[in-house]
């Protein structure tokens, strides 16, 4: 079974340089807001593999999760999923004037897993969170959900600026 945690102590690995620790946890996923709509994962919890690899100055880290991010589809406003697999890297070194060495979720020897984890998920997102790949949206004109009546459509209003044209005798 995998711990529970948020904020991970590295020292308590007790790694010498050169010594690596493979962890299976459990983090809490926050819900997000995109686009004033909420998004929160299908299991407020989700196991993750957090891979520890000590440096001469500080760490390698590497976490893996798989996660099933649910709210509304960005097109037609249903209930929408996007199932997202992440995969991030940081690196921590301590030591040094580098501020790219250093992670912005290590402080001292403690990670910040939980806001790490909600940075990588979100940097993993696709474009669009749908109901279904294949979603037509709403209708422009009248808000009608186009999935229940592909055909839908209106007659298109003429354009005001082409008006003069009409005045037009051609004969």
């Not at 995109?34 to 196991?47: D, Q, T």
């Not at 690899?53 to 209930?79: H, I, K, N, Q």
Request: glycine content about 6%; charged content about 30%; aromatic content about 4%.
């Amino acid at each position: 079974m995998a711990a529970r945690t948020d904020v991970f102590d590295l020292a308590s690995l007790g790694l010498s340089p050169g010594e690596a620790r493979r962890l299976d946890l459990d983090v809490e996923v926050e819900p997000l807001t995109l686009g004033e709509e909420r998004y929160s994962a299908a299991e407020p919890r989700v196991p993750v593999r957090l891979e520890v690899a000590r440096l001469a100055g500080g760490y390698s880290l590497r976490m893996r999760f798989d996660a099933v991010l649910e709210g509304p589809c960005m097109r037609c406003l249903e209930a929408g999923a996007a199932a997202v697999a992440v995969n991030a890297q940081e690196v921590h070194q301590a030591a040094g004037e580098d501020l790219e060495l250093r992670s912005p979720y290590v402080a001292g020897d403690e990670l910040d897993l939980r806001a790490w984890a909600r940075d990588a998920l979100v940097l993993d997102l696709p474009s669009q969170i749908l109901c279904r790949p294949d979603c037509l949206g709403l209708c422009a004109t009248c808000g009608a959900p186009m999935n229940e009546d592909p055909e839908h459509a209106h007659e298109a209003a003429p354009d005001p600026r082409w008006a003069k044209l009409s005045e037009l005798r051609l004969e």
